[in-house]
């Protein structure tokens, strides 16, 4: 399985950004889509997540109206677009591909098998 997630940048507080998270190796609309992120020095956390069944979708409490998490099935591709950042959104964002429920990806009770490398997301004026 290859994860490649681009799209990452800086930009200023309020901005937005479209993240791309490119897949292969896997039948890709068989699994969830989820964005991660890890701040310098704190954990990795979930931020949202795209099921493959009906595109329903999960998202961390702090972004919960500022991003939208989506998929193209017939690009093998997730996006997330974040809107409003914010100084606390910078981090490097990762994705990841598993079959898994959502609620239990974005928590990590379930830890993907595999990460991409990243792309960083700086928000700073």
């Known amino acids: 399985v290859q994860l490649q997630a681009s799209g990452g940048g800086l930009v200023q507080p309020g901005g937005s950004l479209r993240l791309s998270c490119e897949v292969s190796g896997l039948s890709f609309h068989y699994y969830a889509i989820t964005w991660f992120r890890q701040a310098p020095g704190k954990e990795r956390e979930g931020v949202a997540c795209?099921?493959?069944?009906?595109?329903?979708?999960a998202y961390a409490d702090s972004v919960k109206g500022r991003f939208t998490v989506s998929r193209d099935n017939a690009k093998n591709t997730g996006y997330l677009q974040m809107n409003s950042l914010q100084p606390e959104d910078t981090a490097v964002y990762y994705c990841a591909a598993e079959s898994a429920p959502c609620d239990q990806l974005l928590s990590l009770w379930v830890r993907p098998s595999s990460w991409g490398q990243g792309t960083l997301v700086t928000v700073s004026s």
């Open positions: 795209v099921s493959p069944s009906n595109g329903g979708t």
